[in-house]
């Protein structure tokens, strides 16, 4: 029995490997779990419509007019910059193709030479010198790439980001190179509306205790109750986010530098990505060039399936050609490759399309290697 | 894309020989810039000097697009001040480099690359981390 193929235009984002999901057509990016995301949207409308049912009407009229409008303006600008940070892609590498993944691992090969069986290859590094610093650049087993200075994989988003900050489940996304400055601003901005609400709500009990006594107050505006306690517990973390973000940003280190210790301790002033400069710093990281996409999630590409057919038997089902790339030899597993990516590649070679098998499922614990193989070379310096 | 039409009627009647990816050059940081050195696969296709031209020119090109400028600081200013709102009606001083980096490809493409058996591809296509070059088979190309 023969397969009719079909051929059809996706977009690319249908086809991206990786833990994302995409809405509207592959417009917005963000990664899986979403529900700390949308307790922090729940947490920043919920007490913002409080401020403005309950304390704006009297601010607005014994105080300023100007309050309630500085306010709002505050509130979209935050609402702006999280969503900002939350939906757009923040610096995903793609993953390399087969050919490419094949060129590098012959070429690491020919570096390692011959590995007498049953000792363990060396680990897969590159040396680069950064204005004269050399800097260790670590092979990726899942993108199958030498991962590019300051990038980092990302086991929840299971992709590489350049310039990797961190994960930050409350904008339900990675924070990396492309939406750090969204985030810096989300940030700072919601610890300005923060202390904004706070500051009002204290003036606005004060004042109106005067003419009708505290208690009578908290009856005619209850929600001021819920607002101060919410503000009061986001203030402190929000602040010290801020300035905790400030001060990596003057030295021109990531979160996730700054965990490592990579330029601290014995390192410390040996930063090469920094300018030495606090102004120069600070401009490069929230003035610098906005970095496109590189990962074209809207671009068309075709797609051959096979039609429905009468009977699913051992007849062609052929694998679905999403990239033309696909069809050529897959990565070739050599002694270099780690035990537990050997299974994955033999059941890429063989196993049906790619929308069959999660890809989680292909490639299980690979975060967790990487990191072990990170901790014990570093261990070794 | 109406522009690499004839370089993928190429592309299909051509068997691929090899691909060589020319890797990113760190030694400045982190910018976008790709090795000059020239690969031993295609030392019978291409004279160095015209490799290293091209090289040359789409790292400026690059350096272009990512300098910190005053204008790279007037329009991320500006940006701020509208909640990067206005970068829905109005294209990124990097994305207009990115067009002219593509326009230079397929120049370099059309004049040099492709009377060679040899097609570069535009290195955004692979993340900005390598720049491939595909070499076809000796065949002779009718266009």
């Known amino acids: 029995m023969s397969a009719v193929m079909i051929t059809r235009k996706v977009r690319k984002w249908e086809k991206l490997p990786g833990k994302n999901t995409f809405c509207c057509d592959g417009r917005v990016m963000m990664a899986r779990q979403k529900g700390i995301f949308y307790l922090t949207l729940f947490l920043i409308i919920g007490t913002c419509s409080l401020f403005f049912a309950f304390e704006c009407p009297y601010l607005a009229v014994h105080l300023s007019p100007a309050i309630p409008v500085f306010a709002v303006l505050l509130f979209l600008f935050v609402i702006a910059m999280l969503l900002r940070t939350s939906f757009s892609d923040p610096g995903v590498l793609p993953r390399a193709l087969p050919e490419e993944a094949n060129f590098i691992e012959m070429e690491i090969e020919a570096a390692n030479g011959n590995v007498p069986s049953g000792q363990r290859p060396p680990p897969r590094i590159r040396n680069v010198q950064i204005n004269n610093q050399i800097v260790k650049l670590k092979y990726c087993y899942t993108c199958k790439i030498f991962r590019p200075p300051r990038a980092s994989h990302c086991s929840i988003c299971d992709n590489c980001v350049d310039r990797f900050d961190h994960h930050c489940p409350w904008v339900g ?71 905790f973000h400030t001060y990596l940003i003057s030295l021109n280190q990531t979160t996730n530098e700054d965990i490592k210790g990579s330029w601290s301790g014995k390192n410390r002033g040996q930063n090469p990505y920094s300018h030495k400069n606090i102004i120069k710093n600070c401009c490069e990281v929230l003035c610098g060039p906005t970095y496109p996409s590189v990962l074209d999630r809207r671009g068309l590409m075709q797609e051959d399936s096979p039609a429905a057919a009468n009977s699913e038997g051992p007849c062609s089902f052929d694998n679905p050609v999403a990239q033309t790339t696909k069809t050529t030899a897959p990565l070739i597993p050599n002694e270099h490759t780690p035990d537990d990516v050997k299974p994955s590649i033999a059941a890429e070679k063989s196993s049906g399309p790619k929308d069959d098998q999660p890809p989680a499922a292909k490639l299980p614990p690979l975060a967790s290697p990487e990191t072990d193989a990170e901790t014990s070379i570093a261990k070794n310096q | 894309m109406a522009e690499t039409h004839s370089l993928q009627d190429m592309r299909q009647q051509a068997a691929v020989a090899a691909k060589v990816f020319i890797q990113r050059d760190y030694s400045n940081g982190t910018m976008c810039q790709f090795q000059t050195k020239f690969p031993s696969e295609l030392e019978t296709k291409i004279d160095k000097q015209q490799f290293e031209e091209t090289i040359r020119t789409l790292n400026n090109l690059y350096a272009e697009a990512e300098k910190l400028g005053s204008q790279s600081f007037i329009e991320g200013c500006l940006a701020c001040l509208t909640a990067y709102t206005v970068f829905l009606c109005m294209e990124t001083h990097y994305e207009k480099v990115l067009k002219k980096i593509a326009k230079y490809i397929q120049e370099q493409n059309d004049k040099i690359y492709a009377p060679r058996g040899l097609l570069l591809t535009d290195p955004i296509e692979r993340g900005l981390r390598v720049i491939e070059i595909t070499i076809y088979e000796d065949r002779s190309f009718s266009r």
């Open chain 1, 173 to 243: 996304n990675c924070v990396g190179k492309r939406n750090y400055r969204y985030f810096y601003l989300f940030t700072l901005t919601l610890s300005l509306l923060t202390i904004y609400i706070f500051a009002f709500n204290i003036v606005h009990v004060v004042m109106r205790s005067v003419d009708q006594g505290f208690l009578n107050t908290l009856k005619e505006t209850p929600g001021t109750v819920l607002e101060v306690l919410v503000c009061f517990f986001t203030l402190w973390s929000m602040v010290g986010l801020t300035g």
